[in-house]
């Protein structure tokens, strides 16, 4: 039979990660945070050796790798890193791969707490930012030839606005290393290695472990890039639990079946958004009025499982949606087996100001539906309620 990358991904997903699992179906937990060292020779190598599992659970366990070669596997990388969140894992490559004196070349509309890193935390540390539209190639190669860059950094699907980033583009950059967080669409979805990208980061929270259990983050790319965000990873204490890891492995076994179903309830469901009266716009990559579809059909196998829409009545028909509904949950985070709903003015975004949000594209009436594993007709019907 085939094996490893002649696999079809839906069978990696089940077969990936299974490292040290001494016969268990099941990869075990490995909660110890330290661990007997009678070889001082090998003790010595794996103080410094990367991905090291059985040495201090600061650098690594076992558990917590066997997290990170799945999703590198179905991603299509050398290696991975598993982290404690997503934004542990975004700070690791910023700190990792940045000095005083470089510069960072970022999409202008994306998470905003990513945002806020690199615009409140990056300069006092000496690392320059520019912010462009990336969704304009034009204007993001004119950016990086402006200054020497280190790092392009954009996020396709944008969150929370769904907009689509041209990964060939971005890829086809001479100098900076190039990062993608592709977290609203999971390895199911998209992969951004095919096209050449660098790093993939992932807050695998989400539609990865895809059950709002567990906090994890995830980077993967090749060994050598890997190598150096391992050293910060283990200095900033960003690293990933045993038992959150043990979760998400559980999480990529139904990531793909979760997937389909997730991102066909998606579809319906922005279509039937798509003509309501209280809704000014609809943001979802798998409608033909999106701008952003022809690309999205070029580089995702799926719209994805997010809808976003604008409401007419903005932030006040934002508060009164959360409220009336019944089946989907009012709740941060996205990815999982339930729909919720975030109001990003009041929740996801609440710590940007009124120009910032609008300067991302987010509206005072902006709503992300993350979509779950409800009966499509049971979903739509709540939320078509609630809109009013």
Known sequence: MPEGPDLRPETRAIRAGRRANHGSLATPIWPSSTYELRDLEASAA???QSLSTEFYARNGTPTAQSFADAVAELEGAQAGIAFGSGMGAVSSVILGM???GDRIVAQDSMFSVTTQLLSRVCPRFGIDVAF???GDTEALLAAVAAKPTQLVWVETPAN???SIVDLEAVASVKGPFTVVDSTMATPAVQNPHDFGIDFVVHSATKGIAGHNDAVLGAVTGERELIDVVWGHHVMHGAVASPFDAFLGLRGIRTLHARMRQQCETAQALAERLEGHGGVSAVHYPGLASNAGHDLATRQMRAGG???VADLA???EAGKAMADRLELVTPALSFGGT???LTHAASMSAATLGPQERADM???DGLVRISVGLEHVDDLIDDVVQSIG
């Open 361 to 363: 594209g987010i509206s």
């Open 132 to 134: 462009v539209d990336a």
């Open 160 to 162: 929370p606005t769904m």
């Open 98 to 100: 940045c000095s005083s």
């Open 313 to 315: 009545g903005g932030y």
């Open 338 to 340: 339930e729909s919720l």
């Open 305 to 307: 499982a997010i809808v």
């Open 46 to 48: 794996m103080a410094t």
